[in-house]
Nanobody, 123 residues
């Protein structure tokens, strides 16, 4: 499966962005999706995950209450709605697909990764 992440950009603190992750080559109907991010000089970290049905979601504590993960199986696309953005949210954001359909924080469970989309939050 190929994943195409988009929607990054520059926004002021307190603003919002919606990232999209479009899949091709495999349906997302049976696939879990995760979002991860990596800031300059830092390790990659988990952001959010959603199960194949959308019935289970997980969030990192740092984004809980501000970010929402969702997926539209009809469009074969997953989303990450990011509100109340903070400068510390600045990073490259990556989407990934988990072929067994689970929602997991473990990056080793994801077999497919998209390229990053850069989010910059200015103070």
């Amino acid at each position: 499966v190929q994943l195409q992440a988009s929607g990054g950009g520059t926004v002021q603190a307190g603003g919002s962005l919606r990232l999209s992750c479009a899949a091709s080559g495999r349906t997302l109907c049976t696939t879990g999706v995760g979002w991860f991010r990596q800031a300059p000089g830092k390790e990659r970290e988990f952001v959010a995950a959603i199960s194949w049905s959308g019935g289970t979601t997980y969030y990192a504590d740092s984004v809980k209450g501000r970010f929402t993960i969702s997926k539209d199986n009809a469009k074969n696309t997953a989303y990450l709605q990011m509100n109340s953005l903070k400068p510390e949210d600045t990073a490259n954001y990556y989407c990934a697909a988990e072929p067994l359909g689970g929602a997991t924080m473990a990056p080793e469970r994801y077999d497919y990764w998209g390229q990053g989309t850069l989010v910059t939050v200015s103070s």
